[in-house]
């Protein structure tokens, strides 16, 4: 069973090494984190008011019955063929957290048939669990790592699987790191960073401001850009949130 939160576009890629690529987003449910550090306030269908990352809707179970469920790929991919434009655009799997659904026979199949197409297949996560990659196919997906830091609030031990990073970067084709840092966090940020970059392959390194509108990213883009200088790490802004702001669906 594949739950999927959402599935939009074409639009934008707002971050990472694929910025402004016209896109089709297909968002999973679930995810493995909370990322209560992330301060994102919202409020659950009944009422309840929490803190976590900017995708709550697609990580927290309160929204579960928004979600979509599909027993095949075969009828997700007809999902998604109703808004793919006429040229041939990316795919971004995103959550949550779609590596949850890596075992899962469906999932790989949806992964080989838009691979096999000719479609440029990118992988937003955490990179937190233990995958393999095993198929030939797999070695084509670009995988988009975003791996949390102390200010997710999330334990070390189960945020930074350096396993699992060291063989997606090793075994695949098109790969990068990306952290959420915001302005406060720097110094921290910066040692954890550094820490995990000594165990693991050269690898290409963005940084990206915490915020989930424009006037929270702006508050921490400068400090960012500048600590991407002192480190020669790229700055990934986040283009969807500059043009649309915190409206979903774009």
Known sequence: MLEVNEIFGPTIQGEGKRVGTASVF??????????????????TPSGIKKCACDSY?????????????????????????KILPSYKCDIVITGGEPLLYWKNKEFQKLLKYYITNDYKVTIETNASLNIDITEKY???????????????????????????LTSIINKCKDKYLKFVV???FLTQANNEIQDILKQLPNVETYLMPMGDNTQEMNKNSEAVINLALENGFKYCDRLHIRVWDNKRGV
């Not at 927290?60 to 063929?81: G, R």
Request: proline share 3%; charged share 30%.
């Open 182 to 184: 915001n302005k406060d």
């Open 26 to 43: 297909i968002r999973f449910g679930k995810c493995n984190f909370k990322c209560e550090g992330f301060a994102v306030e919202y409020e």
């Open 138 to 164: 797999q070695e084509d997906i670009l995988f988009s790592m975003s791996v949390k830091l102390s200010n997710s609030l999330e334990p070390l031990k189960k945020r930074v699987n350096i396993k699992t």
């Open 57 to 81: 809707y697609a990580v927290d179970p309160a929204f579960k019955d928004q979600w979509h469920t599909f027993s095949n790929a075969n009828d997700l991919i007809e999902e998604v063929n």
